[in-house]
């Protein structure tokens, strides 16, 4: 039995309330002068005396040794494990820009590029127009009707946009457009399943029209498309874990991730203490809550060690007002690792930190790398986090007699 | 997804290197007397050198309470899951001499025995005749050909043999000619499946001339075969973890396994220090090394606490040498664990150490079994190393989007 129909069949509704805390990309590797991760350098008092009277552990989000992207991480701690739970990357790059995909929606990653009188590709990139141009393209060739079919164009950024097709009898069976290279034509978009015909032929002719319409814009004379896919069919959390769900997301793509799997998306604004105000207003109406920080991952990215530890005493300095809405659990993690050092996503396990009156306290006295490593809930993998609140917060019934 | 398939779709050539260490046997347990495991015992500053800047942990080679043989083991730490991946008995046998088995090849396990003048069985064993009689009687025997096929006949030790078939058509689905008891004839060789009735026949032809050759060689007048099976399809570690994989090992049966997974078998001598020499000489020409230390469990199984204290205290003193090489990762662990006051293989999960600029640290000052046990990597499944070691040697891309 997969672990959400485990979960499933376990579930009940209960009015305790949980709050899920994703400082993204928090796991870290130590400053080489200190000895001390970002999280370990940074003075969190809030979250130390969390660990007190907590309980921490370390997770492995896919598996060891293997450094997850973005939507993996995420899909792990909501209990989707990601090795089975995939999105295509047209669909991906859809959810990525928040766009509220629809079953049976077929969405491709789309490219503004140059070609010649000939109809050979000179850039695949248009030059890399900027995203200003993009939308302006875009609202060029958004919402025609082909086939009864209505076609989205939206732009992402520079030359990328996203082109979703929202009808009857639509499959994603069909090749790619985009050669992935210059100096030759773009491909005829073809039915790789039979079914997929008419899909095909829609697109021909969505192609067909962008061509005219784009004809005087050069570079951007032209567009190429990959990655045809549906919206994935996840269950729901409303129905896995009989949750009230809402997200708390200031980047689209986090917000589009939990879409995916049911959770209601809640306006917020840019910062921490926004999203944290957000929550303090509907903390009524849901009994869970996905809280995603952006800051950690961004500054482990460009390599700034300080400003990651900056991000993370901004949340602990806050940590009260979270707490003041007193959750029956509260779990603190990130859905990858991001040391500065690395300068990228990699495969180090992430501490976990999960505060409920029922927790088995350790030892822990602050929260850390370190300190996670020997801490009570062990080592785990991220698809057991949504268990261990579902648990902590009484919502999951004995299994077996 | 299997784990290996997984690999397969994130790994890529690098020029970091990695070493894999193994001491046969490496776990133990405790002397009543000083509490201490042999490693523990043993006075290594080098090994504990590397703990302290490393990362360390403990394995399971199968799971939890399950005691592997050395094939199980070694395949285990290469990443392929024991209970998926077989070798058949008589594969394993050639393996076990070195012998180089081909894909389609048939191989069996044989025994010289005695017979009476009915053709009954008298010892299974012939006494136990000496190896070089054995080797003596495989020269009557080897390189007949037989409708086609030439048979290969090898020996083992004392009334041990391997019989190879070479040609085209066989299959491995045919009975044993052993009755595995005394005071009765040999069975007759039949197929399983039809389509191995020209293998059975070719054994039986192979049979009635060994009887023949062998009729005026008493005790050693008779022999019995058991457990055909063709060489093991493994994916080869060369395409699995895109690395050009060399093993130095100065046991046949470790060249064998390392054979089997796709990895170049390095000429080396009888002693540690022969071992590092091969490691030196060949350092640039690959990029992943497996070198096996076989003394460790000699000792142990031989139930000789002392020695074992003392081949790792060897090892030790000479860890240098293999340091200068630079690894960018270094994995230190054994394939199984072998107690001396146990005297044998036994379940308990292997001590592993992991060196590279990229661990996160744990506070391990030394490497032994209790310090692992609270080490940074936790405790895991011996088929995660290669992972890891890909990890740290920033071999695997990102999974997912």
Chains 1, 2 share one sequence.
Not at 127 to 136: L, P, S, V
Not at 276 to 292: A, M, P, Q, W
Not at 371 to 390: K, N, P
Request: aromatic share 6%.
């Amino acid at each position: 039995m997969d672990n959400l129909e485990l979960i499933k069949s376990l579930s009940q509704p209960t009015s305790t309330k949980i709050i899920l805390l994703v400082l993204d990309g928090l796991g870290g590797l130590p400053d080489p002068g200190t000895g001390k991760t970002e999280l370990e350098t940074a003075r969190t008092p809030n979250l130390d005396g969390l660990a007190r009277g907590g309980t921490t552990g370390l997770i492995d989000i896919v598996g060891p040794g293997i450094t997850p992207g973005s939507s993996a991480g995420h899909l792990s701690l909501f209990g989707y494990d990601p090795l089975r739970y995939n999105i295509g990357r047209g669909a991906l790059e859809a959810v990525g820009i928040d766009f509220d995909l629809e079953p049976g929606d077929i969405a491709a990653r789309g490219n503004f590029c140059s070609a010649d009188s000939d109809g050979l590709i000179t850039d695949r990139r248009a030059g890399r127009i900027d995203t200003g141009e993009c939308r302006r393209l875009c609202g060029l060739l958004d919402g025609m009707t082909i086939n009864n079919t209505v076609l989205f164009v939206r732009p992402v950024r520079e030359h990328r946009f996203i082109l979703v097709m929202r009808g009857e009898g639509l499959k994603p069976d069909i090749g790619d457009s985009d050669p992935q290279r210059e100096g030759v034509p773009p491909r005829e978009v073809n039915a790789i399943e039979p079914e997929a015909e008419f899909t095909a032929e829609t697109v021909r002719g969505f192609i067909g029209r962008a061509k005219e319409s784009l004809a005087g814009n050069h570079p951007a004379n032209m567009l190429l498309l990959r990655g045809f896919s549906t919206r994935p069919d996840f269950p729901a959390m409303t129905d896995v874990y009989r949750l009230r769900p809402a997200a708390i997301a200031t980047y689209p793509m986090y917000r589009g991730l939990a879409r995916l799997v049911g959770m209601e998306i809640l306006e917020t604004g840019s910062g921490i203490e926004d999203e944290f105000e957000t929550l303090r207003k509907n903390y009524s109406g849901y009994d869970f809550f996905f809280i995603h920080i952006k800051g950690t991952d961004s500054a482990g990215e460009d390599g700034d060690f300080e400003r990651k530890v900056r991000v993370i005493e901004d949340l602990d300095r806050i940590m009260p007002e979270l707490m003041h809405n007193r959750p029956d659990v509260l779990v603190v993690t990130g859905d990858h690792s991001t040391p500065a050092v690395l300068k990228g996503h990699s495969w180090h396990p992430v501490p976990v930190l999960l505060c409920s009156k029922w927790c088995r306290p350790d030892g822990a006295i602050e929260f850390g790398e370190t300190a996670c490593s020997s801490g009570g809930l062990g080592r785990f993998h991220a698809t057991s986090i949504m268990s261990l609140a579902m648990a902590h917060s009484q919502k999951l019934n004995k299994f077996g007699a």
